[in-house]
C-alpha cells in the first residue's frame, strides 16, 4: 500500500535555528514530490515538485531534496513567518498527502 | 497570483439542508479538478474527480449521492453537500493540475463547512 509519512508532527524552533523536515514514501512509481505550505484555515500553497533522486529545489530559506525513499525540507535561519504546517505528497497513481508538519517559529 | 478561486470560504448550515461549494479556474481551462477533505490535524482526503462533461469518479467511501459534483464549464466545478448532517462538517477544497502527468496541484483556500 502506498503510503507518505512525516516527521516530526510538530516542531518548535527559535528564530534562526536552522532545521529540517522529513517525509518517507513507499509508492510502486514515483511521478513527483511535493512539498505543500498549509495556513491556518487556507488551501495549501504550492512549494516545490522534486521527480528523481538526487534532485533539489530552493526557495529563499527553503530547500527540498530527494532520495529513494525520502524527501528532505530544509529551514535555513527560519523566521516567525515561516510558521505553518508542511505537507508532503506523492503521485504514483493518485496524489497521497502525508498529515504535515507543524512548524512554529518562536521570535 | 491565485490560480484557483473557491466560494464560499465558510459556510454554516443546519442539519438537513444542502450547500453548494464552487471552485474556479482562473489561469487556464481544466477539464479535471479535484475534491478534497481534510479534518483537522489530519491528511487531505481526496473525495472525487471531477471531469467537465462527463460524471465524476468517486473515492471509495464516498456517498456520490451524498457529495454532487458538477463540472459543467472547462473552469467551474461545483461540489453539493445534499441532506447535511454535524459529521459533515470539515474543511473542504478543490484544486486543478495544468496538463502534463506529473504537474503538480494547486488548490483554491478552502471551505470551511459547518452543520448545526
Known amino acids: 500500500e502506498d503510503q507518505v509519512t512525516q516527521s516530526p508532527e510538530a516542531l518548535r524552533l527559535q528564530e534562526g535555528e536552522s532545521s529540517s523536515l522529513n517525509c518517507s514514501y513507499t509508492v510502486s512509481g514515483l511521478r513527483g514530490l511535493f512539498w505543500y505550505r498549509q495556513d491556518p484555515g487556507k488551501g495549501p500553497e504550492f512549494l516545490f515538485t522534486l521527480y528523481s533522486a538526487g534532485e533539489e529545489k530552493e526557495k529563499e530559506r527553503l530547500k527540498a531534496t530527494l532520495t529513494k525513499k525520502e524527501s528532505f525540507l530544509h529551514i535555513t535561519a527560519p523566521k516567525p513567518e515561516d510558521s505553518a504546517t508542511y505537507l508532503c505528497?506523492?503521485?504514483?497513481?493518485?496524489?497521497?498527502f502525508g498529515k504535515g508538519t507543524r512548524l512554529h517559529i518562536l521570535p | 497570483g491565485a490560480v484557483v478561486s473557491q466560494h464560499p470560504s465558510w459556510v454554516i448550515c443546519k442539519s438537513g439542508t444542502s450547500v453548494k461549494i464552487e471552485c474556479r479556474s482562473l489561469d487556464f481551462q481544466a477539464t479535471t479538478m479535484f475534491w478534497y477533505r481534510q479534518f483537522p490535524k489530519q491528511s487531505l482526503m481526496l473525495m472525487a474527480t471531477?471531469?467537465?462533461?462527463?460524471?465524476?469518479?468517486?473515492e471509495q467511501g464516498v456517498e456520490k449521492d451524498k457529495f454532487l459534483i458538477n463540472h459543467a464549464s472547462l473552469t467551474l466545478s461545483t461540489l453539493t453537500v445534499t441532506s447535511a448532517h454535524p459529521e459533515d462538517s470539515s474543511f473542504y477544497i478543490c484544486s486543478v493540475s495544468r496538463q502534463g502527468v506529473n504537474s503538480p496541484l494547486h488548490f483554491g483556500n478552502g471551505t470551511r463547512l459547518t452543520v448545526t
Open positions: 505528497a506523492v503521485r504514483d497513481d493518485k496524489i497521497i
Open positions: 471531477s471531469n467537465e462533461g462527463s460524471k465524476a469518479t468517486y
